[in-house]
């Protein structure tokens, strides 16, 4: 039995109350449609967001949106990689995907690499982002995240796992 606690415009709260290796248990979940990030290197340069992220303040993190209604991932990673830095990119390659918060969280995150990439526009905000495009050193962002300075989990495995693919060290 599923009873919705709260509907909000980005995520809603779920109360399942069920039967697991005949035990009744209850579980409360954040109900979330999924999200798209990407790596996106120009130059050997990593395209970042500085981004307010509410209540921890400006954050660096790969660009990343939340999938519409039936939204293919890699659909949504080429539009948000347009709308949150002004690239086009030609392919998308996956990456990763993962679950941030496996436990009580619906969210799964497809990482992508995307190729080809090419500035063709300013951003395109949704009216509450505020989002400023950054480019450092590939070398640079993983060594951030290794020593902590980048905390934002899917810049974090998508970094790491990129790395790691391309045997990329510092």
């Given at each position: 039995m599923r009873k919705k606690i709260f509907k909000g415009k980005v995520l809603s709260l779920s109360v399942y109350k069920l039967s697991i290796g005949g035990r009744k248990v209850t579980r409360e979940v954040i109900e979330h449609p999924g999200a798209s990030a990407m790596i996106a290197i120009e130059d050997g340069k990593l395209l970042l967001?500085?981004?307010?992220?509410?209540?921890?303040?400006?954050?660096?993190?790969?660009?990343?949106?939340?999938?519409?209604?039936?939204?293919?991932?890699?659909?949504?990673?080429?539009?948000?990689?347009?709308?949150?830095?002004?690239?086009?990119?030609?392919?998308?390659?996956?990456?990763?995907?993962?679950?941030?918060?496996?436990?009580?969280?619906?969210?799964?995150?497809?990482?992508?690499?995307?190729?080809?990439?090419?500035?063709?526009?300013?951003?395109?905000?949704?009216?509450?982002?505020?989002?400023?495009?950054?480019?450092?050193?590939?070398?640079?962002?993983?060594?951030?995240?290794?020593?902590?300075k980048i905390a934002d989990s899917k810049t974090i495995c998508a970094v790491l796992t990129y790395a790691m693919k391309k045997k990329i060290y510092v």
């Open positions: 967001v500085k981004q307010h992220r509410y209540p921890h303040g400006f954050v660096l993190e790969i660009p990343a949106g939340t999938l519409n209604r039936g939204e293919n991932p890699r659909k949504c990673a080429f539009r948000e990689l347009k709308e949150e830095t002004g690239y086009a990119a030609k392919k998308m390659t996956p990456l990763v995907k993962y679950y941030p918060s496996i436990g009580y969280n619906r969210e799964v995150i497809h990482c992508f690499v995307a190729s080809g990439i090419k500035k063709v526009s300013g951003l395109k905000l949704d009216e509450d982002e505020i989002i400023s495009v950054v480019k450092i050193d590939f070398k640079k962002v993983l060594k951030m995240v290794l020593s902590g």
